[in-house]
């Protein structure tokens, strides 16, 4: 990928324009792996595995984030005994906050795929039999907004373990072990997002609803 992204850099500067190959490599691995959705996303039209392998990815990271809820309650018990009986528990709150941090973003896709992210619909119930195109417009930005966030939120991990980033608390945890919760969330996110939106164009209706576009707002008016 590296030298493709090079190559791509290499013609587009014949041209006499500038071109980053780092930015470029993240751009095609972004574009492949929506690629990718895209074709899950239709084979889970055609073949119930494929539709129950994304659903159980989003279930899957649901799981994980009870895990880390579990974890976090467990480390503020664990705090309170420690200061009760007198003895040091250095980092706890510092631990407990990683843990709603890994909760929270490994959440994201599974409350977006049941439904419990807040949709407001005031302007899309205005739109009438044009619904269709104002869920198109909403899903699309949002795919692009959550693959930004995740190509940020993993180049963010990176450059934490390059330059050894260490917590200022007192756990001095390196802290792109934490940050790995969020880049995978946010990747998760994403791949949620995107799998909502071609399904939206392949079935024009999403994963959490399945009357959200009904058949009345598919017939577009001229």
């Keep these: 990928m590296k030298g493709i992204a090079k190559g791509v850099c290499d013609a587009v500067e014949i041209t006499g324009f500038d071109c980053n190959w780092r930015a470029t490599q993240a751009l095609l691995i972004c574009l492949i792996a929506i690629l990718i959705v895209m074709l899950v996303t239709w084979l889970g039209t055609k073949y119930r595995i494929f539709r129950k392998g994304l659903d159980g990815l989003y ?14 309650l467990g480390i503020i018990v664990a705090q309170m005994i420690a200061r ?8 706890s709150t510092n631990y407990a906050g990683y843990c709603m941090a ?8 599974y409350a977006l795929n049941s439904g419990s992210h807040i949709r ?3 302007m899309l119930s205005a739109l009438g039999k044009r619904r269709v195109w104002g869920e198109f417009w909403c ?4 795919a692009i907004l959550a693959t930004y966030f995740a190509r940020y939120a993993v180049k963010g991990t990176q450059v934490s373990a390059k330059i ?8 001095a945890m390196q802290l792109w072990i934490p940050q790995v919760a969020m880049a995978a969330g946010t990747i998760l996110l994403a791949i949620a ?22 058949d009345d707002t598919l017939s577009v008016e001229a």
């Design 59 to 72: 279930f899957l990271g649901g799981v994980i984030s009870a895990v880390f809820m579990l974890a976090m």
């Design 164 to 171: 050894n980033d260490i917590s200022q608390g007192q756990d």
């Design 120 to 122: 407001v619909n005031i």
């Design 84 to 91: 009760w009986s007198s003895v040091a528990f250095p980092g």
């Design 139 to 142: 899903f699309g930005i949002g």
């Design 102 to 109: 890994a909760s929270s973003f490994f959440a994201l896709a």
């Design 193 to 214: 997002v995107w799998d909502n939106f071609f399904r939206l164009i392949f079935e024009r209706k999403t994963n959490f609803t399945e009357e959200n576009v009904s």
